[in-house]
T-cell receptor, first 115, second 112 residues
Framework: AQSVTQLGSHVSVSEGALVLLRCNYS??????LFWYVQYPNQGLQLLLK??????LVKGINGFEAEFKKSETSFHLTKPSAHMSDAAEYFC?????????????FGQGTTLQVKP | DAGVIQSPRHEVTEMGQEVTLRCKPI?????LFWYRQTMMRGLELLIY????????DSGMPEDRFSAKMPNASFSTLKIQPSEPRDSAVYFC??????????FGSGTRLTVV
C-alpha cells in the first residue's frame, strides 16, 4: 500500500530564508509524486509534479522538488521565502500504472514566514 | 476552462436537514473525488468515481452519506440527516488519469 509522510506539521522560516518541506513516500510501484498548496479559505492548488524523466521538477512560485528514489523522498524547496508563501503544503503520491488517478495525501505542513 | 465548480460555497443548515453538495468536474476528466477537510482529521477521501462508476466508497463515514455521478459532468454528495459533526469543508476534485487533481474551491458546511 502507498503512503506519504510529511516530516514536521509546522515549519517556520524568516522571509528570504531557504524553505525546505520534507516528504517521504512508500510505494511498491513507480510513483507519481505531487505537491499541492492550500492558502487560507481556498482549495488545493497544484504546485508541481513528478511523473517520469528529469528528477528535478520546477513548479509555480519558484518552488522545486527532487525525486530521489534511493531515499524515497520528494522534498520541496524554495531558495528565498516570501510572506505570500505562508500556507499549508501537501505532498501526495499515486500509482504510476493506475488509470483512476487516486492520490494518497500526507498530513500537510503549515509554513509560517516571519518578517 | 472554468475549472472544477462546486456549489454552494457556503451552506448553513439545521441538524436533521438534508444537504446536497454539487460538483461539476473539468470536461474530459475521467475521475472525480470527494474529500472532507477538518482541523481534527485533515483531508479525508470520502468516495471516488472513475468513468462515472463509484470505485471506492470506503471513506464514506455513515449511511447518512451518499454520492452519485449520473453523468460525466455532474456529481452530488448528499447528507441525510445532517448532524453537527458533519460540519467541514467538502472538496470535489477531478483528474485525467494520473496527471494530478484539480480541486474545486470547496463547500463550507455548517450544521447547527
Amino acid at each position: 500500500a502507498q503512503s506519504v509522510t510529511q516530516l514536521g506539521s509546522h515549519v517556520s522560516v524568516s522571509e528570504g530564508a531557504l524553505v525546505l518541506l520534507r516528504c517521504n513516500y512508500s510505494s511498491s510501484v513507480p510513483p507519481y509524486l505531487f505537491w499541492y498548496v492550500q492558502y487560507p479559505n481556498q482549495g488545493l492548488q497544484l504546485l508541481l509534479k513528478y511523473t517520469t524523466g528529469a528528477t528535478l521538477v520546477k513548479g509555480i512560485n519558484g518552488f522545486e522538488a527532487e525525486f530521489k528514489k534511493s531515499e524515497t523522498s520528494f522534498h520541496l524547496t524554495k531558495p528565498s521565502a516570501h510572506m505570500s508563501d505562508a500556507a499549508e503544503y501537501f505532498c501526495a503520491v499515486s500509482e504510476g500504472s493506475s488509470n483512476t488517478g487516486k492520490l494518497i495525501f500526507g498530513q500537510g505542513t503549515t509554513l509560517q514566514v516571519k518578517p | 476552462d472554468a475549472g472544477v465548480i462546486q456549489s454552494p460555497r457556503h451552506e448553513v443548515t439545521e441538524m436533521g436537514q438534508e444537504v446536497t453538495l454539487r460538483c461539476k468536474p473539468i470536461s474530459g476528466h475521467n475521475s472525480l473525488f470527494w474529500y472532507r477537510q477538518t482541523m481534527m482529521r485533515g483531508l479525508e477521501l470520502l468516495i471516488y468515481f472513475n468513468n462515472n462508476v463509484p470505485i471506492d466508497d470506503s471513506g464514506m463515514p455513515e449511511d447518512r452519506f451518499s454520492a452519485k455521478m449520473p453523468n460525466a459532468s455532474f456529481s452530488t454528495l448528499k447528507i441525510q440527516p445532517s448532524e453537527p459533526r458533519d460540519s467541514a469543508v467538502y472538496f470535489c476534485a477531478s483528474s485525467l488519469n494520473n496527471y494530478g487533481y484539480t480541486f474545486g474551491s470547496g463547500t463550507r458546511l455548517t450544521v447547527v
